[in-house]
């Protein structure tokens, strides 16, 4: 009984728990990517660096409140400015949305040369990163930084193995879910949300019955924004925070959006978690772990581990174009690309 | 006709007189831009330092001047390096060059140009273990210890704390793969277990895959052969998070006061090594350094590697590199009186009557193999967050 229960809290650890919190906010991500797919028909390149600009706002006021003594205890100082952070973020998503991508909409452009335009905002918004907080590492986490510690949690249960919570993997998950409620939400019950989800379907029918384009081009935006800096600020909080990751973030991000289906909400939370699942459970040695579950003596001598972790990356492409071979639509249904 | 010969007479002495006062030329080919433009900052000062107090002694090569000429490599470019080296021979005229620095362009300046040109290259600073072995016709050496000396080092250091079996991650570079691959046949061949030998790469921010491997695979303590403001910090703080290892050894690419300061006091207890020694070479001349911090990594090493070209031409009484190349070796190591910053006048002296110096300079050069320092290390362990040196090797 006692082998089974360290096998199972050793996969929690190692696998299940830096897979849930790595897959949320690779789900929120992906869902601002497939928000502006789904309406503004686009890939936006720049939402990595979106994520970024937003979190180098949040970590701005976070250094400000913290320098006053302002904080929540045990929770991190980043959670009360985060909606700061937020604010700036959508101003300036809009004021790139005024400035640039209006532009182009009354043009009626095809669909790559907004994906160009909206990697020339990109390479901007990573410029003006980098020029007011820097292209280093920076930590902006305080407060408690564990729920649960491995040494404590083996101390309490008397098993072998160890199981260590952080709070920002906790937050991330309850933040995450909170936020998906929220969005669903407002997609499936508030008229701008219908008239959303109107728009994404039939742009002519839509335009037809009365909907405002600019109001759904300009929430569709601001959703983006907010999704962006809320996934920014718990990644950063989780790991921690340099603009270069975020950008490095776009992959595994577009992957789980084109996983589970372009433009479908459903599809980019499921697609974030296959994508982060996939990385960590193909790359894990399961060793231990045999030796637990398995009868006396069975312990292998081998590491049991599918794919060594240098091929972590590739993964997540295999898993790409398999679906794309396979399934174009994505798992859930969304457009084929 | 008088006045011809007059006229001739004339000419030859000042041709003589410029002979005389002929003004030998050393590169100095290091990254003055790219990845490790800081560390070059205060190497270069270190290698003209050595120079020009040759020169103002007077005495090297009957009173013959030496000048600096500097060449960048860039670190990274090995096309650019070449170009610059090229530039370094062909239009500068150098005798003699202090560099590369990184092992990558070093390798690609010595095989397309120094060979062929038959120039010598002594390098301060580039580490590959895949440089012992390069075909070099004699033309190269370096002051910096190579990767492989510093695997049986760390091997030594693990092993007298009684370890006999860790984990391994490296970044995945040319300096990673080249360390791992040193430590791991070291450790091996010293009656160790590594249970596991794999990458990372640097600037992810999330490393719970490589951290699970790395703990399912076991061992008493982890090996990070990374940096410290890269994966290699990510791979500590994700281990110490799951509980995986407690303890990290930590290579000269971790030694820094940055990782204990993000890390917080969980790091007390790691140790681990990086290049330095106590000898009265490396005070000397940070005291007589002027206008740079001759504690810098290879900053010494940079000053040794121009003392070493000089010297080796005194005692060929040659600044041909065919002439001087197999002098390196003589006044490098014993026997002979031990010279020290500060004393290459004494040194070209010696040699300019016909007796024999062990040049001990700043880092304590002993070349070995294939011309290159025996290496010493500096040991290191994580006290009160903060590095502290607790032996040297």
């Known amino acids: 009984m006692t082998d089974i229960l360290n096998a199972f809290i050793l996969l929690s650890n190692f696998v299940l728990i830096p897979a849930i919190a790595y897959g949320s906010q690779l789900a929120l991500g992906a869902l601002g990517i497939t928000l502006i797919y789904g309406i503004l028909r686009f890939s936006n390149f720049a939402h990595g660096d979106t994520m970024a600009f937003g979190t180098m706002f949040v970590i701005l006021f976070t250094w400000w409140f913290q320098s006053m003594g302002i904080n929540l205890g045990p929770l991190p100082t980043a959670l009360l400015a985060l909606p700061f952070g937020i604010a700036c973020c959508i101003g300036f998503v809009l004021i790139t949305d005024r400035t640039v991508y209006k532009f182009y909409r009354k043009q009626k452009a095809a669909p790559v040369i907004y994906v160009i335009a909206s990697v020339g905002v990109m390479f901007v918004m990573n410029g003006l990163v980098r020029f007011v907080i820097g292209p280093n590492d920076q930590r902006f986490a305080d407060g408690e930084r564990f729920i649960i510690k491995a040494r404590e949690f083996k101390q309490m249960t008397g098993l072998s193995e160890g199981m260590s919570i952080k709070v920002s993997q906790g937050l991330t998950l309850v933040t995450a879910v909170l936020v998906v409620i929220a969005l669903f939400w407002f997609l499936n019950k508030t008229r701008t949300g219908k008239s959303m989800r109107a728009y994404s379907d039939n742009e002519d029918l839509a335009l037809l019955s009365g909907i405002d384009p600019d109001k759904v081009v300009r929430v569709t935006w601001i959703l983006a924004a907010v999704l962006a800096t809320i996934a920014g600020t718990l990644y950063g909080l989780d790991k921690s925070f340099k603009p270069f990751t975020y950008f490095q973030l776009l992959l595994p991000m577009f992957a789980a959006a084109i996983v589970g289906g372009l433009g479908s909400p459903v599809g980019a939370i499921a697609g974030g978690f296959v994508i982060a699942f996939s990385e960590i459970m193909i790359t894990y040695p399961y060793k231990k772990f045999i030796a637990y579950i398995g009868p006396d003596g069975w312990t292998p001598n081998g590491l049991m581990q599918l794919l060594a972790t240098d091929y972590k990356f590739a993964v997540s492409f295999i898993i790409l174009l398999v679906v794309l071979l396979f399934k174009p639509t994505g798992l859930f249904a969304g457009k084929s690309v | 006709m008088r006045k011809l010969l007059l006229t001739s007479v004339a000419v030859l002495g000042t041709t003589a007189s410029l002979a005389m006062a002929d003004d030998v030329k050393i590169g100095v080919f290091l990254g003055f831009t790219g990845p490790i433009e800081s560390l070059v900052a205060q190497m270069a000062p270190g290698a003209e330092a050595a120079i020009a107090e040759v020169s103002a002694s007077g005495k090297f090569m009957g009173g013959n001047t030496v000048s600096a000429v500097r060449a960048d490599t860039?670190?990274?470019?090995?096309?650019?390096?070449?170009?610059?080296?090229?530039?370094?021979?062909?239009?500068?005229?150098?005798?003699?060059?202090?560099?590369?620095?990184?092992?990558?362009?070093?390798?690609?300046?010595?095989?397309?140009?120094?060979?062929?040109?038959?120039?010598?290259?002594?390098?301060?600073?580039?580490?590959?273990?895949?440089?012992?072995?390069?075909?070099?016709?004699?033309?190269f050496f370096r002051t910096a210890p190579s990767d492989a000396r510093q695997g049986v080092v760390m091997t030594e250091i693990i092993m007298d704390r009684g370890i006999k079996e860790v984990a391994l991650t490296y970044t995945n570079n040319d300096y990673g793969k080249g360390l791992a691959d040193a430590f791991a046949t070291a450790y091996e061949a010293a009656g160790g277990t590594i249970t596991i030998n794999t990458s990372h790469e640097d600037g992810k921010a999330d490393y719970s895959a490589e951290v699970g491997a790395l703990a399912a695979a076991g061992g008493e303590v982890l090996v990070v052969a990374g940096y410290l403001d890269q994966g290699g910090k990510g791979i500590i703080q994700g281990a110490l998070d799951t509980g995986a290892f407690d303890t990290f050894v930590l290579p000269d690419g971790m030694v820094g006061d940055?990782?204990?300061?993000?890390?917080?006091?969980?790091?007390?207890?790691?140790?681990?090594?990086?290049?330095?020694?106590?000898?009265?070479?490396?005070?000397?001349?940070?005291?007589?350094?002027?206008?740079?911090?001759?504690?810098?990594?290879?900053?010494?090493?940079?000053?040794?590697?121009?003392?070493?070209?000089?010297?080796?031409?005194?005692?060929?009484?040659?600044?041909?590199?065919?002439?001087?190349?197999?002098?390196?070796?003589?006044?490098?190591?014993?026997?002979?009186?031990?010279?020290?910053?500060?004393?290459?006048?004494?040194?070209?002296?010696?040699?300019?009557?016909?007796?024999?110096?062990?040049?001990?300079?700043?880092?304590?050069?002993?070349?070995i193999g294939a011309g290159e320092s025996a290496g010493n290390y500096r040991e290191i362990e994580i006290k009160d967050k903060a590095v502290s040196t607790v032996g040297y090797r």
């Open chain 2, 74 to 139: 860039t670190c990274v470019d090995a096309a650019a390096a070449t170009a610059a080296a090229e530039r370094l021979i062909t239009s500068d005229k150098v005798s003699g060059i202090v560099g590369g620095d990184c092992s990558g362009v070093t390798t690609a300046t010595l095989t397309n140009v120094a060979m062929p040109n038959g120039m010598v290259m002594i390098s301060p600073s580039a580490t590959s273990p895949a440089l012992s072995t390069i075909e070099d016709n004699g033309l």
């Open chain 2, 258 to 367: 940055a990782l204990p300061a993000a890390i917080g006091s969980d790091l007390d207890g790691s140790f681990g090594q990086a290049p330095g020694t106590d000898s009265p070479g490396a005070g000397k001349l940070a005291e007589m350094a002027d206008g740079f911090d001759a504690t810098s990594p290879f900053s010494a090493e940079s000053y040794d590697a121009a003392a070493l070209i000089l010297l080796a031409m005194q005692a060929a009484n040659s600044s041909a590199p065919a002439d001087y190349k197999g002098k390196v070796f003589d006044v490098a190591n014993a026997p002979g009186e031990k010279i020290l910053p500060g004393e290459l006048g004494k040194a070209l002296d010696i040699l300019a009557s016909g007796g024999e110096i062990d040049y001990v300079g700043a880092s304590n050069v002993e070349l």
